[in-house]
């Protein structure tokens, strides 16, 4: 049984940094990626940003790009999201993801089998 979870999240000022950890556990044998989303209140969940597991292949959201990094330890079958720069706009729930996806760069929520129980990140200004 896989499970994610999710933690790092909190409230910060505009301009502020967070880092999200995701722990997984379980086999990756039906997963290629891991992948962030997040859900704004009244919006659809969203993809933020997606690895490749070992392989380590990245892809971003344009609204992050430049200010959010994802990275993974597979040795510790941890993937995490730095944010910098954060904006009142990124404010939202956080999920972790996993999944299998011949498109990654799509940032699909439709892609990710597994999810985390999400993680809440507030921006004041």
């Known amino acids: 049984q896989v499970q994610l979870v999710e933690s790092g999240g909190g409230s910060v000022q505009a301009g502020g940094s967070l880092r999200l950890s995701c722990a997984a556990s379980g086999s990756t044998r039906d997963s290629n990626y891991m992948a962030w989303f997040r859900q704004r209140p009244g919006l659809d969940r969203e993809g933020v940003a997606v690895?490749?597991?070992?392989?380590?292949?990245?892809y971003y959201a344009d609204s992050v790009k430049g200010r959010f990094t994802i990275s993974q330890d597979n040795a510790k079958n941890a993937v995490y999201l730095q944010m910098n720069s954060l904006k009142p706009e990124d404010t939202a729930m956080y999920y972790c993801?996993?999944?299998?996806?011949?498109?990654?760069?799509?940032?699909?929520?439709?892609?990710?089998?597994?999810w985390g129980q999400g993680t809440q990140v507030t921006v004041s200004s």
């Open positions: 993801a996993r999944g299998w996806s011949y498109a990654a760069w799509r940032l699909s929520p439709r892609d990710y089998k597994y």
């Open positions: 690895i490749g597991i070992g392989a380590g292949s990245t």
